[in-house]
């Protein structure tokens, strides 16, 4: 059974940089058959997918297009964890914010959300 | 406005069936298969069913996938109250390289 565990901060100034992290336990960062993914929900639009990585001989990133120039997605084998960098944050970037595995299928398993608001 | 288009309401009645529809385009439904989710408030989205109509374990069968061409649809059959939440479909687009969401549909049991 895969738990994923998110820590990081609910609340962000305008243009600085959210960072979240996703702790995996049950699998591995490295894992071959996986892919770690950020993805958020807002009422205003919905799920929308952020980005993921994942390990297939080298690690390997793709990105969503509305926030490709300042998402940075990594993995930390060390701490078999992987993180969410996007910068210039404005307050349209208020979501709830999920991790998420891909092994079966994009979002087999879900970390609990963390809250973002952007806001001074 | 997402690329993958759902109604965003639904409704029916306690037993009744269901269908939620999801309508894409070649480069994401029509070359990739389709996942659908179900999110109640306040908790993370649920796996429903993945690749067109596969269940992970412990999801009912009462939920059932089905694709053609380049639209896909979600059954709910015997509906329940608890069944009330939103559903968002997904698929893999090639033009874009990554994961496309629907807008969600609010399934609403009378």
């Known amino acids: 059974q895969v738990q994923l565990q998110q820590s990081g901060p609910g609340l962000v100034k305008p243009s600085q940089t959210l960072a979240l992290t996703c702790a995996i336990s049950?699998?591995?960062?490295?894992?071959?058959?996986?892919?770690w993914n950020w993805v958020r929900q807002s009422p205003s639009r919905g799920l929308e997918w952020l980005g993921r990585?994942?390990?297939?001989?080298?690690?390997?990133?793709n990105y969503a297009v509305s926030v490709k120039s300042r998402i940075s997605i990594n993995p930390d084998t060390s701490k078999n964890q992987f993180s969410l960098q996007l910068k210039s944050m404005t307050p349209e970037d208020t979501a709830v914010y999920y991790c998420?595995?891909?092994?079966?299928?994009?979002?087999?398993?879900w970390g609990q959300g963390t809250l973002v608001t952007v806001s001074s | 406005q997402s690329v993958l288009t759902q109604p965003p309401s639904a409704s029916g009645t306690p037993g009744q069936r269901v269908t939620i529809s999801c309508s894409g385009s070649?480069?994401?439904?029509?070359?990739?298969?389709v996942n659908w989710y179900q999110e109640l408030p306040g908790t993370a989205p649920k796996l429903l069913i993945y690749?067109?109509?596969q269940r992970p374990s412990g999801v009912p069968d009462r939920f059932s996938g089905s694709k053609s061409g380049t639209s896909a649809s979600l059954a709910i059959s015997g509906l329940q109250s608890e069944d009330e939440a939103a559903y968002y479909c997904?698929?893999?687009?090639?033009?874009?390289?990554?994961?496309?969401f629907g807008g969600g549909t609010k399934l609403t049991v009378l």
């Open positions: 998420a595995s891909g092994t079966t299928a994009l979002g087999d398993y």
């Open positions: 049950g699998d591995s960062v490295s894992s071959n058959g996986a892919a």
């Open positions: 990585t994942y390990y297939r001989s080298k690690w390997n990133h």
């Open positions: 070649s480069s994401n439904i029509g070359r990739n298969t």
């Open positions: 690749n067109n109509n």
């Open positions: 997904a698929a893999w687009d090639d033009s874009l390289d990554g994961w496309l």
